[in-house]
């Protein structure tokens, strides 16, 4: 049972400037919520950040609402949270494998976002995997999100939008006159 193994965790993540956290959550089963949010805003605050909590209505519109945060805001990093139950259909399937493949999108366009969108086959492992005292998935998931905006800090400052921007002249305008690039 994976509750019973030892994992190594990385030393909390140090800032010299405190860090903006967006924690997006789908309270769908709003007992395990709460302890995820409990856990997420906890190990924030312990890394000197300051957060603000979006709630949408499922898992599948997290990523969504990271996306338009993160176009007309200015948070440094962002934690996904909530839970999906497997239930008699396939819709499971579709929620688990999309809000994640779409988060990952996001953080492959430069985003510091923590995934802690817990996918279980039962009510009793949610407990167990949200538990802000037990395993305390709210709280890795921050941690996550942390630890990549302390990456961030390192190699480079913030850039507008979100994905690759070409460089001056490797790209044109149609319409502007000058023909084809050569």
């Known amino acids: 049972m994976a509750s019973n193994e030892s994992h190594y965790t990385l030393p909390r993540a140090e800032f010299d400037k405190p860090v903006k956290i967006a924690i997006v959550v789908a309270p769908y089963y709003k007992d395990i919520a709460d302890q995820l949010v409990k856990g997420a805003t906890a190990e924030v605050e312990a890394a000197g950040g300051w957060h603000e909590i979006i709630e949408v209505p ?56 923590g995934n802690g969108i817990l996918t279980v086959e039962n009510y009793e492992q949610a407990a167990v995997r949200a538990d802000s005292e037990g395993q305390n ?9 942390l630890h990549l905006i302390a ?17 001056a002249g490797e790209y044109q305008v149609a319409g502007d006159g000058k023909g084809p690039v050569a």
């Open 137 to 145: 998935k709210g709280g890795g998931a921050a941690a996550a999100a």
């Open 58 to 113: 499922g898992a599948l519109e997290v990523p969504s609402a990271i996306g338009i945060a993160e176009r007309l805001s200015n948070f440094d990093g962002y934690v996904a949270l909530g839970c999906v139950i497997r239930g008699e259909t396939t819709h499971y399937d579709t929620v688990c494998n999309d809000s994640s493949r779409a988060l990952t999108l996001l953080g492959l366009q430069g985003l510091c976002i």
């Open 151 to 167: 990456l961030a800090r390192k190699y480079g400052g913030q850039r507008e939008g979100v994905g690759f921007k070409p460089a």
